[in-house]
């Protein structure tokens, strides 16, 4: 079986992946790689890949899609699989670049907390039966990470690269996945990556927000598995 290295988005942990690792951890190898130690997608990619086995399937979520997307550029002979969930092939927009400042500031001045309730939270999750459940994991896992791990994630994001030409040149099989109801990276976002990868699978899970890893774990694992399949031939 392949082994597959699980990329977590901003401000969040292993625990992002908590159903995936108990449905596919027992008949593969499992590994989520933490993105926080750079302030540069070039160095955090290089930092996962160092980690890494020599050959994987590798899932991102969010800002770990984007860090994917990275290794995708430096490293395509090691990747048997490639999956973009609820993430962003583009150069983030100046409007967005201009709200990262405040949030640094505030997150070195001991504010991480309200940054995370006010200003990322809300943008997470659809209405759902679990949605308070998964918004304080969310918090658990921010203030686990703490402010240093935020200003990093936070630069990379702010100076990432875009990624259109790099997805333009992926061949292994490739899964888009994200939430019907994502407001962070929308639906038009996916179809765009699944029109630049060639043969890629596009999946889109109703009743799901950002995270649909905890919020429809069920449905996010079937299209994770059909997508397993294809990285173990």
């Known amino acids: ?30 590994q989520c790689a933490p993105i926080g ?33 990275e290794i995708a550029a430096q490293a395509p002979e090691r990747l ?13 927009r100046p409007e967005v670049q201009a709200r990262r400042a405040p949030q640094m500031d505030k997150a070195r001045a001991g504010a991480l907390h309200a940054v995370m309730r006010d200003e990322m939270k809300p943008n997470y999750l659809t209405e759902g039966p679990n949605r308070t459940a998964i918004l304080d994991l969310c918090m658990e896992m921010a203030m686990a990470l703490g402010p ?14 875009d990624r259109q030409e790099t997805l333009r040149s992926v061949t292994c099989p490739t899964l888009i996945l994200c939430g019907w109801d994502d407001a962070l990276c929308p639906v038009e976002r996916h179809a765009l990556m699944h029109d630049l990868v060639a043969d890629s699978r596009l999946v889109v899970i109703e009743r799901a927000g ?20 294809t990285t173990d031939e």
């Open 1 to 30: 079986m392949t082994p597959l290295v699980l990329l977590p988005g901003m401000m969040c942990d292993a625990r992002l992946f908590g159903p995936q690792f108990a449905a596919f951890s027992g008949s593969r190898a499992m």
């Open 37 to 69: 130690g750079a302030a540069t997608m070039t160095e955090l990619a290089a930092q996962v890949l160092a980690d890494a086995p020599p050959r994987f399937a590798l899932a991102g979520l969010s800002m770990g899609g984007i860090v994917a997307m």
């Open 80 to 92: 048997a699989g490639l999956a973009l969930l609820d993430t962003n092939p583009l150069a983030e």
């Open 148 to 161: 240093e791990q935020f200003v990093n994630q936070s630069l990379a994001l702010r100076d990432r690269p």
């Open 210 to 229: 950002h995270l649909p890893t905890l919020e429809q774990p069920e449905k996010t694992n079937a299209a994770l598995a059909d997508w397993l399949e």
